[in-house]
């Protein structure tokens, strides 16, 4: 049963493998036979993990990437292709967030988080899809958030991206499928990474999230290489158009209060 989860012989470019959760996730795959192109807006960070992953024994190369910019996008996964041979696996991680309550939100920081999560997401599924359905196998995986279903003041625009990203994937998936492509979204809970440090400096806030888990505590970015190596795996074969929430159970317990003689 091992084998269903070695990626061997496969290419995967993840985004965001700079830093946080696409770092853990480019190294994760690497570990598991694949070779890796290690995509990110910040050229020194992948060369980095692009090394780490060789001094690990994995196969990886390191690219510069803003998803912002389709022709680059386009450029890019070509050259994965090129390179690699096949375009089997592309994971893309990236995402940012202005914590506002909607009536103090610009119209310019409003375009910012739009810009990047939902037009970046869009850009990466469409490159990849084009040369996957040509190819007529491969794997698609966008990263969503429990803001999808779950939010909290302050969380308006970036909660509609992240379940903009969900319905971008279930379509996807009924459009490529035909073709052999799965497209699928990892959702995760309260992650420690770089990215949410201003949360882990206020121990109020971070405690308050860590109560609100089944575990009592922040996940790791490593915890989030085992779902994207399942969905990236033939582990998946029969899995697309679908939402994996990785969260500690944070949508599945209220957490507010538990009754006498529980």
């Given amino acids: 049963m091992a084998g269903l989860f070695d990626l061997t012989g496969k ?52 690219g510069t990437l803003d998803i912002r910019d389709s022709a680059a996008v386009e450029a890019s996964f070509a050259d994965v292709q090129k390179r690699g041979g096949t375009l089997d696996v592309v994971i893309c991680t990236p995402a940012i967030n202005v914590r506002k309550p909607i009536l103090k939100y610009t119209d310019e920081e409003f375009a910012r988080v739009l810009d990047l999560n939902m037009r970046g997401n869009f850009n990466v599924l469409r490159a990849a899809g084009r040369i996957m359905t040509a190819q007529k196998t491969g794997s698609i995986i966008l990263f969503s958030s429990i803001r999808a279903q779950a939010v909290e003041p302050g969380q308006a625009v970036y909660a509609a991206t992240k379940a903009a990203i969900v319905q971008m994937v279930r379509t996807a998936a009924a459009e490529f499928g035909p073709s052999g492509v799965r497209v699928n979204a990892i959702g995760p809970g309260v992650i420690d990474t770089p990215l949410t440090a201003p949360i882990k400096a206020n121990a109020a806030w971070y405690n308050a999230y860590a109560a609100k888990t089944v575990f009592n505590r922040w996940g790791r970015a490593d915890e989030m290489v085992g779902p994207a190596v399942f969905l990236a795996s033939d582990a998946a074969s029969y899995v697309t158009g679908t939402i994996l929430f990785a969260d500690g159970g944070w949508l599945a317990a209220d957490g507010r209060f538990t009754p006498p003689g529980t």
């Fill in 11 to 62: 290419t995967a470019a993840v985004i965001g493998a700079g830093s946080g959760i696409g770092e853990a996730v480019a190294l994760g795959c690497a570990r598991q036979g694949a070779f890796v192109a290690c995509l990110d807006i910040n050229a020194d960070a992948a060369r980095g993990v692009a090394s780490r992953a060789h001094a690990d024994g994995g196969k990886a190369e390191a």
